[in-house]
């Protein structure tokens, strides 16, 4: 019923910018939150980064001044800037939206992107 996209990842040296994107398609009628988790290998997936509707965004401690994260509540997108960017960034990343409403049932439901990966190394 829905599906998310992502794109943007890749190779970045320490210090280095990346942008990740995402776009949800499909029978949308609305979306609560949406965000970006990751998870390194060896460890368990953790919120990156998430924005309301309304626009409340919430970041974790460990990227809070390097990462900026932006939506397009009419195209159903979201975005993920990440600036001075450090090896410990390193991981897959996963677009989330969270609370999707369904126009086939007016349901809602959490859905997953299939994880894009970002490396930073020298």
């Known amino acids: 019923q829905v599906q998310l996209v992502e794109s943007g990842g890749g190779l970045v040296q320490p210090g280095g910018s990346l942008r990740l994107s995402c776009a949800a398609s499909?029978?949308?009628?609305?979306?609560?939150?949406m965000g970006w988790y990751r998870q390194a290998p060896g460890k368990q997936r953790e919120l990156v980064a998430a924005?309301?509707?309304?626009?409340?965004?919430n970041y974790a401690d460990s990227v809070k001044g390097r990462f900026t994260i932006s939506r397009d509540n009419a195209k159903n997108t979201v975005a993920l800037q990440m600036n001075s960017l450090k090896p410990e960034d390193t991981a897959v990343y996963y677009c989330?939206?969270?609370?999707?409403?369904?126009?086939?049932?007016?349901?809602?439901?959490?859905?997953w992107g299939q994880g894009t990966q970002v490396t930073v190394s020298s």
């Open positions: 499909g029978s949308i009628f609305s979306i609560y939150a």
């Open positions: 924005i309301t509707s309304g626009g409340s965004t």
């Open positions: 989330n939206a969270d609370r999707v409403v369904v126009t086939t049932t007016y349901g809602a439901y959490d859905y």
